[in-house]
């Protein structure tokens, strides 16, 4: 099964039913999401709490978790999914918001000029890309299309050393040095 297809039935099965904020393991609905969750919260708030006045792209929106809460602190936000049911799903949570915008698209196709964003936020979505020379394009993507002062703002599981297997959902780790490697060559 592609990933596109893999997050498609996710988003699916999540909007029919599935009482939560997010999709974070997606075979575990109980204590380990909430545990997830909070540590999510708890590493992000102080980033999410300095994202003022700013153009914020979200990549890999997903149902828009985070997208409300960038939306209420900057002037644009545009979140961004490979897929649409997870999309559909966001623009029904943001209805009520008018400085968001949700697309289709892919981390490592953006469809956006260079330099168009203040800030690119991405939550553990590049260990899903398990393609080596996609995850490559997605974070030069991702690069190109944040300012040159701009903030790039990662939150990725990063183990000591790289992985890359058969999991449920599919994913690709990269070690933490591996990451800043990768970025310091681009250019950040």
């Known amino acids: 099964m592609s990933d596109k297809k893999y997050w498609e039935r996710i988003a699916k099965n999540f909007s029919e039913g599935y009482n939560i904020?997010?999709?974070?393991?997606?075979?575990?609905l109980g204590l380990v999401n909430w545990?997830?969750?909070?540590?999510?919260?708890?590493?992000?708030?102080?980033v999410l709490d300095d994202c003022r006045f700013y153009r914020v792209l979200d990549v890999g929106c997903g149902v828009g978790r985070w997208s409300l809460?960038?939306?209420l602190r900057v002037q644009l936000l545009v979140g961004i999914?490979?897929?649409?049911?997870?999309?559909?799903?966001?623009?029904?949570?943001?209805l009520s918001v008018d400085n968001a915008l949700f697309i289709v698209a892919t981390a490592?196709?953006?469809?956006?000029?260079?330099s168009s964003f203040d800030s690119v936020l991405s939550v553990?979505?590049?260990q899903h890309i398990t393609n080596r020379s996609e995850f490559i394009k997605s974070c030069t993507e991702i690069v190109r299309v944040t300012k040159s002062r701009g903030k790039i703002i990662l939150l990725e599981t990063s183990p000591k050393k790289s992985y890359s297997g058969t999991l449920d959902p599919p994913m690709s780790y990269y070690s933490k040095d591996e990451f800043i490697d990768l970025f310091v060559s681009l250019g950040t």
Not at 108 to 114: A, Y
């Open 21 to 28: 904020k997010s999709v974070l393991i997606p075979s575990s």
């Open 35 to 46: 545990c997830m969750d909070l540590l999510m919260k708890k590493s992000l708030k102080p």
């Open 69 to 71: 809460e960038l939306a």
């Open 81 to 94: 999914d490979i897929a649409l049911n997870m999309v559909k799903e966001a623009k029904t949570r943001l």
């Open 108 to 114: 490592s196709n953006l469809p956006f000029k260079d």
């Open 124 to 126: 553990t979505v590049l």
